[in-house]
C-alpha cells in the first residue's frame, strides 16, 4: 500500500471515529430531548381525556389538528379494533423505549376516541439532524482527502523521482538528473541529489582514467623490466658465458685465464649489482630486516648518488616500531616523493625530517625547487594520498612559487606498535 493511500485510510478512520462519537453524542442527547418533549404530550393527552369525559365537544376541529405530538383516532362502532404496539423503526424504539397506552374515551354513540403520544415528529427532527451530520462529516471528508491529495501529491511526486533516480544510479546510470519542482524543498533535494550524482559520475571518470594510467604504468614497468634484464643482465649473462667459453681454449695460458678470471668477476659483480638494484625497486627486501630511519637512510642515500641532487636527513626522537605492511606504505610515500621531486621541482637541495614522540611519527619534505603546482594531480599524488589513507595519516602538501614544494605527514600512535 502506497503511502497516500496509507493517509487517505488513516484519516478517513479518524473520521469515521468522530463521525461515531458525534453520532452517539447526538443521539443520547436527542434522547433526552424526545423523552422531555413526550412527558409533556403525555400530560396533554392526560388533561384531553379527562376534559372530553366531562365535556365530549371540548375537541374541536381546529384544535385537533393544532395538536403536536398527540395522535388522535376516531373508531366507530362496529369497526373497533383492539390498540396494540405499532411496528416503529429501530431510532423511534431508541429514542423513546417505552410508549404509553393509548387513552380511550367512549362516546354516547359508541365512538371511542384513542388518545396517544405520537413520537413521529421528533423522531424526524432527529433523523434529519442525523442525516446533516453525517453529510456534513462526508463532505469534510472528501474536502480533506483532496486536500491531501493536492498537497501530499507534489511530495509523493518528490520521493517518486527521487526513488526512480536511484534506481538508474544503482543501474550504473550516472548522467541521470532529477528535474527542479515547484516547491523549494523539491528543488533543493533534486539539487543535492545532482550534485550527487554528478560527484559519482566525476569519481567513475576518475576511476577510469587512473585504472588506464595504472595498467599504462604497469605495462612501462614490465617494459623496463624486460629492457634491463634484456640489454643489462642479459649481455653480463652472456657476457659471462662468453669469458666460461675463452677459458677452455686458454687452458695452457696462465696469465690469459687470470685476466680472464677478473673480467668474469667483475661481470658478476655488475650482475649482482644489478640484480640488487632490480629487486630494490620491486621489493625493499631492507625493510625487513632493518629499523624505519636506517632503510630511510639507504633511501636517502641511494636517491642522493642517482638523481645527484643533495639531501638533508634529520632524525628526531625515538622513532616508533612500525608493522611491516606500515613500514612500505610509508617507505613507498617517500620515495615515491623524492621521485617527484627528482622530476618536477628542478630542486637543488631536500630536506627531509621524521620526529618521532608518543604521539607518534610526524614527516617534513621540503625541496628548493620552483614550487609550480601541477596542472592536475597525477598517479604519484594520489598513490601518496592513498598510502596515507591506509596509514591512518594526515598528509597536507604546500606550494609556494619559487620556493619550492613542502610536504606534512602526521601519522598517530594508532598506526605503530610501539
Given at each position: 500500500?502506497?503511502?497516500?493511500?496509507?493517509?487517505?485510510?488513516?484519516?478517513?478512520?479518524?473520521?469515521?471515529?468522530?463521525?461515531?462519537?458525534?453520532?452517539?453524542?447526538?443521539?443520547?442527547?436527542?434522547?433526552?430531548?424526545?423523552?422531555?418533549?413526550?412527558?409533556?404530550?403525555?400530560?396533554?393527552?392526560?388533561?384531553?381525556?379527562?376534559?372530553?369525559?366531562?365535556?365530549?365537544?371540548?375537541?374541536?376541529?381546529?384544535?385537533?389538528?393544532?395538536?403536536?405530538?398527540?395522535?388522535?383516532?376516531?373508531?366507530?362502532?362496529?369497526?373497533?379494533?383492539?390498540?396494540?404496539?405499532?411496528?416503529?423503526?429501530?431510532?423511534?424504539?431508541?429514542?423513546?423505549?417505552?410508549?404509553?397506552?393509548?387513552?380511550?374515551?367512549?362516546?354516547?354513540?359508541?365512538?371511542?376516541?384513542?388518545?396517544?403520544?405520537?413520537?413521529?415528529?421528533?423522531?424526524?427532527?432527529?433523523?434529519?439532524?442525523?442525516?446533516?451530520?453525517?453529510?456534513?462529516?462526508?463532505?469534510?471528508?472528501?474536502?480533506?482527502?483532496?486536500?491531501?491529495?493536492?498537497?501530499?501529491?507534489?511530495?509523493?511526486?518528490?520521493?517518486?523521482?527521487?526513488?526512480?533516480?536511484?534506481?538508474?544510479?544503482?543501474?550504473?546510470?550516472?548522467?541521470?538528473?532529477?528535474?527542479?519542482?515547484?516547491?523549494?524543498?523539491?528543488?533543493?533535494?533534486?539539487?543535492?541529489?545532482?550534485?550527487?550524482?554528478?560527484?559519482?559520475?566525476?569519481?567513475?571518470?576518475?576511476?577510469?582514467?587512473?585504472?588506464?594510467?595504472?595498467?599504462?604504468?604497469?605495462?612501462?614497468?614490465?617494459?623496463?623490466?624486460?629492457?634491463?634484464?634484456?640489454?643489462?643482465?642479459?649481455?653480463?649473462?652472456?657476457?659471462?658465458?662468453?669469458?666460461?667459453?675463452?677459458?677452455?681454449?686458454?687452458?695452457?695460458?696462465?696469465?690469459?685465464?687470470?685476466?680472464?678470471?677478473?673480467?668474469?668477476?667483475?661481470?658478476?659483480?655488475?650482475?649482482?649489482?644489478?640484480?640488487?638494484?632490480?629487486?630494490?625497486?620491486?621489493?625493499?627486501?631492507?625493510?625487513?630486516?632493518?629499523?624505519?630511519?636506517?632503510?630511510?637512510?639507504?633511501?636517502?642515500?641511494?636517491?642522493?648518488?642517482?638523481?645527484?641532487?643533495?639531501?638533508?636527513?634529520?632524525?628526531?626522537?625515538?622513532?616508533?616500531?612500525?608493522?611491516t605492511e606500515d613500514k612500505l606504505h610509508l617507505y613507498r610515500l617517500l620515495q615515491e616523493a623524492l621521485t617527484?621531486?627528482?622530476?618536477?621541482?628542478?630542486?637543488?637541495?631536500?630536506?627531509?625530517?621524521?620526529?618521532?614522540?608518543?604521539?607518534?611519527?610526524?614527516?617534513?619534505?621540503?625541496?628548493?625547487?620552483?614550487?609550480?603546482?601541477?596542472?592536475?594531480?597525477?598517479?604519484?599524488?594520489?598513490?601518496?594520498?592513498?598510502?596515507?589513507?591506509?596509514?591512518?595519516?594526515?598528509?597536507?602538501?604546500?606550494?609556494?612559487?619559487?620556493?619550492?614544494?613542502?610536504?606534512?605527514?602526521?601519522?598517530?600512535?594508532?598506526?605503530?606498535?610501539?
Amino acid at each position: 500500500m502506497s503511502a497516500l493511500r496509507r493517509t487517505y485510510l488513516l484519516v478517513a478512520l479518524f473520521f469515521v471515529a468522530v463521525t461515531l462519537v458525534c453520532t452517539a453524542v447526538l443521539l443520547r442527547q436527542a434522547a433526552h430531548d424526545v423523552q422531555r418533549e413526550l412527558d409533556a404530550a403525555q400530560q396533554v393527552v392526560d388533561y384531553l381525556a379527562v376534559s372530553l369525559r366531562d365535556e365530549p365537544q371540548a375537541l374541536a376541529a381546529g384544535l385537533e389538528r393544532s395538536l403536536r405530538h398527540i395522535r388522535i383516532e376516531r373508531v366507530t362502532a362496529g369497526n373497533q379494533q383492539p390498540a396494540g404496539p405499532s411496528d416503529r423503526p429501530w431510532l423511534s424504539r431508541w429514542l423513546y423505549p417505552q410508549v404509553m397506552p393509548a387513552r380511550v374515551i367512549e362516546r354516547a354513540n359508541g365512538e371511542q376516541i384513542r388518545l396517544a403520544v405520537n413520537p413521529d415528529d421528533e423522531v424526524e427532527e432527529v433523523w434529519d439532524s442525523l442525516l446533516q451530520l453525517l453529510a456534513l462529516f462526508g463532505l469534510a471528508l472528501a474536502l480533506s482527502l483532496l486536500t491531501i491529495r493536492w498537497a501530499v501529491g507534489h511530495a509523493l511526486g518528490v520521493l517518486e523521482d527521487l526513488l526512480g533516480g536511484l534506481r538508474q544510479i544503482s543501474r550504473g546510470q550516472l548522467a541521470t538528473r532529477l528535474v527542479a519542482r515547484r516547491l523549494p524543498e523539491a528543488r533543493r533535494l533534486a539539487g543535492h541529489f545532482n550534485q550527487m550524482a554528478g560527484a559519482l559520475e566525476e569519481a567513475e571518470a576518475a576511476n577510469a582514467r587512473l585504472t588506464g594510467t595504472l595498467l599504462e604504468l604497469q605495462e612501462r614497468e614490465r617494459t623496463r623490466l624486460a629492457q634491463v634484464m634484456h640489454d643489462d643482465l642479459g649481455q653480463y649473462v652472456a657476457g659471462i658465458r662468453a669469458r666460461a667459453c675463452l677459458l677452455r681454449i686458454q687452458a695452457e695460458q696462465p696469465d690469459a685465464v687470470r685476466e680472464t678470471a677478473a673480467h668474469l668477476e667483475r661481470h658478476s659483480l655488475d650482475l649482482q649489482n644489478g640484480f640488487r638494484t632490480l629487486v630494490r625497486d620491486l621489493y625493499p627486501v631492507m625493510l625487513e630486516h632493518l629499523p624505519l630511519e636506517e632503510a630511510v637512510g639507504q633511501l636517502v642515500e641511494q636517491w642522493q648518488g642517482a638523481q645527484g641532487i643533495e639531501c638533508h636527513l634529520q632524525l628526531c626522537g625515538a622513532i616508533p616500531a612500525f608493522t611491516t605492511e606500515d613500514k612500505l606504505h610509508l617507505y613507498r610515500l617517500l620515495q615515491e616523493a623524492l621521485t617527484n621531486v627528482a622530476r618536477h621541482a628542478q630542486a637543488r637541495c631536500v630536506r627531509l625530517r621524521l620526529r618521532g614522540g608518543a604521539h607518534g611519527l610526524r614527516v617534513l619534505l621540503r625541496d628548493d625547487g620552483h614550487g609550480e603546482p601541477p596542472q592536475r594531480a597525477g598517479v604519484g599524488l594520489r598513490s601518496m594520498r592513498e598510502r596515507a589513507r591506509c596509514l591512518g595519516a594526515n598528509l597536507r602538501l604546500r606550494h609556494c612559487p619559487g620556493r619550492g614544494w613542502t610536504l606534512y605527514l602526521n601519522l598517530p600512535c594508532k598506526g605503530a606498535t610501539a
